[in-house]
């Protein structure tokens, strides 16, 4: 199981950026008729692990966290395994290692848990400067 994250970097406050996470076929396969779901968590300093927004296979439902609704958007793009987390209006609150993962288990109504995932990715650090 692979899962790689990629996008992050430097933006001033108000900026965008664009994160990627690219996964196996093999990764999806592992997964008993394809029910599985992508996520993104993401680490503050000196805070826990928190949720920002998960997509279910086929790309038709999303949840997100209060705190990033109406500025990040999730999506998929099937054609290359990757699960794309679009962050417009950052705020410095938004720093932090943002991960991405994956899960076989199904919460229609939202939000995951950090225990629900099964394989994690390497994070990759998105700093908002003020």
């Known amino acids: 199981v692979q899962l790689q994250a990629s ?4 933006v001033q406050a108000g900026g965008s950026m664009r994160l990627s996470c690219a996964a196996s076929t093999r990764t999806f396969n592992s997964y008993s008729a394809g029910r599985y779901a992508l996520a993104w968590f ?3 300093p000196g805070k826990e692990r ?7 296979r086929s790309g038709g439902k999303t949840h997100y966290a209060d705190s990033v609704k109406g500025r990040f ?15 417009n209006t950052l705020k410095p609150e938004d720093t932090a290692v943002y991960y991405c ?7 229609p109504a939202g939000p995951y848990q950090i225990t629900d995932m099964d394989y994690w990715g390497k994070g990759t650090l998105v700093t908002v400067s003020s």
Request: aromatic share 2%; glycine share 12%; charged share 15%.
């Open 7 to 10: 996008g992050g970097g430097l």
């Open 42 to 44: 993401r680490q503050a």
């Open 50 to 56: 928190e949720f920002v927004a998960a997509v279910n």
């Open 73 to 87: 958007t999730i999506s998929r793009d099937n054609a290359k395994n990757t699960v794309i987390l679009q962050m």
């Open 101 to 107: 993962a994956i899960t076989g288990t199904q919460r």
